[in-house]
């Protein structure tokens, strides 16, 4: 699987949607779990998100549970993240990232086997 581009970030203001895109290339995209991971400056990189391979299973960080939605299309070899209902404190350089070792290691940060290009994520008034 080859570097991602992760791309749909941008500034908005609080209480709005932003929709963050990544996409792989390469013919095993589907064997990987995916997930999102942000850093905000001055902190340590955070899990957001993340899905297994099928699309049958996912985990969100209790902040944002409720308001984003991770999602993937393996046809397109690509990941999704919905962000709505967006906070001051989700500010941060969002990354996607893919494991071939499945979402519980992913999650952990662990056996993470490529990561994509940051996305910056600014959310201001």
């Known amino acids: 699987l080859s570097a991602a581009a992760g791309v749909g970030g941008g500034l908005v203001q609080p209480g709005g949607s932003l929709r963050l895109s990544c996409a792989a290339s390469?013919?095993?995209?589907?064997?990987?779990?995916m997930g999102w991971f942000r850093q905000a400056p001055g902190k340590e990189r955070e899990v957001v998100a993340a899905?297994?391979?099928?699309?049958?299973?996912?985990y969100y960080t209790d902040s944002v549970k409720g308001r984003f939605t991770i999602s993937r299309d393996n046809a397109k070899n690509t990941v999704y993240l919905q962000m709505n209902s967006l906070k001051p404190e989700d500010t941060a350089v969002y990354y996607c990232?893919?494991?071939?070792?499945?979402?519980?290691?992913?999650?952990?940060?662990?056996?993470?086997?490529?990561w994509g290009k940051g996305t910056q994520v600014t959310v201001s008034s």
């Open positions: 990232a893919g494991g071939l070792s499945g979402m519980s290691y992913l999650v952990r940060g662990s056996n993470v086997d490529y």
């Open positions: 899905i297994n391979w099928s699309g049958s299973s996912s």
């Open positions: 390469g013919r095993t995209f589907s064997s990987y779990a």
